[in-house]
């Protein structure tokens, strides 16, 4: 068996340890049958988000050559933030838009998706599909969506300040259920739009020359690739909502963990490595902090500390 295979096998045993500590902690035998209702749509989320995560985060950090990025500085979370302030403010918490949680998920990823398609059927084509413009224009984007969130979480209302809150906090807390098809649905049609395309992924990486001489028609793939990681992304963000640094965590410590050049490793260990991750950080939440703090609070500070870490690292290498 490859070591790769084995290291694989190793993840998806911790990964499973900790879905099963996730179900099964504190459980008592009388009340079982309630309590994995409410947990398993957490952990079916949790699969998903890391799908997502996974996935679109490895793609990226492919395409642009740099370990470091992730897709967040296309700005899509400030979006997402943006999105719901400005909700709130102009309509009140008590919204159908904020209350239906179907209808807000649906309006979230219409609205991602547009801003994706805008940025990348646009900008793109017009400036010769130059990857490096393009997150130029996501970063201003970006500080541009969040200095309006945070002009306006100044002026709203206190009381509509507090229910905004949940929707700005990464969280499985009282899960819906409902929209998890949804998400599937998304999710397996993003990836057989990139089927051709993820399988090309080991050429891409050698980089635009090399790609095109192997055959690879390298700006069509990197077009439908990029589209694809911003979908992913506004997928994960609108089921949970943001999660800034679970990305950056979970493909770095896949490449570490995996020194290989193959999409196929390194994209699976990601996911499992996000599973593991997110089910063992919202075990800490529920059961040691007792929802003292939020999911999205520990891993970006878990991962605010393990990306300063890399760049020093990478640093002393340069």
């Not at 002026?155 to 098809?181: R, Y």
């Not at 390194?266 to 003292?292: K, M, P, R, W, Y």
Request: one cysteine or more; hydrophobic letters at 55%.
């Amino acid at each position: 068996m490859h070591k790769y295979n084995k290291k694989l096998i190793w993840i998806g045993l911790l990964t499973l340890a900790a879905i099963v500590l996730f179900l099964t902690i504190n459980i008592n035998p009388k009340y079982i049958q309630y309590a994995l209702k409410l947990r398993v749509p957490k952990i079916f989320a949790m699969i998903l988000a890391s799908i997502c995560l996974g996935a679109g985060t490895m793609i990226f950090q492919t395409i642009t050559n740099n370990r470091v990025l992730t897709p967040c500085i296309l700005g899509l979370t400030s979006l997402y933030v943006m999105l719901q302030t400005i909700i709130v403010f102009f309509l009140g918490a008590s919204h159908v838009l904020v209350t239906n949680r179907n209808l807000n998920f649906i309006l979230s990823l219409i609205l991602l998706a547009f801003a994706s398609v805008l940025v990348f059927r646009v900008l793109f084509l017009k400036q010769g599909k130059n990857v490096l413009y393009i997150l130029l224009i996501g970063t201003i984007m970006g500080q541009f969506f969040g200095s309006i969130s945070s002009f306006l979480q100044r002026v709203i209302d206190p009381n509509e300040f507090l229910a905004l809150q949940n929707k700005l906090f990464a969280s499985f807390k009282n899960m819906n259920s409902s929209i998890l098809l949804i998400t599937v649905i998304c999710i397996v049609l993003l990836f057989l739009y990139t089927r051709n395309e993820l399988k090309q992924l080991d050429v891409i990486a050698l980089g635009r020359e090399h790609a095109i001489n192997l055959g690879i028609n390298y700006d069509k793939a990197i077009k439908k690739l990029m589209l694809s990681v911003t979908l992913l992304v506004g997928v994960a963000t609108a089921l949970v909502g943001p999660i800034t640094f679970l990305g950056f965590i979970i493909t770095n410590v896949a490449r570490e963990i995996f020194k290989t050049y193959r999409h196929t490793y390194l994209i699976g260990g990601s996911i499992l490595i996000g599973i593991f991750t997110l089910a063992f950080a919202q075990v800490l939440v529920e059961h040691i902090f007792n929802f003292s703090t939020t999911l999205s609070v520990l891993i970006n500070l878990i991962g605010g500390i393990y990306f300063i870490a890399t760049l020093l690292i990478q640093s002393k290498k340069a």
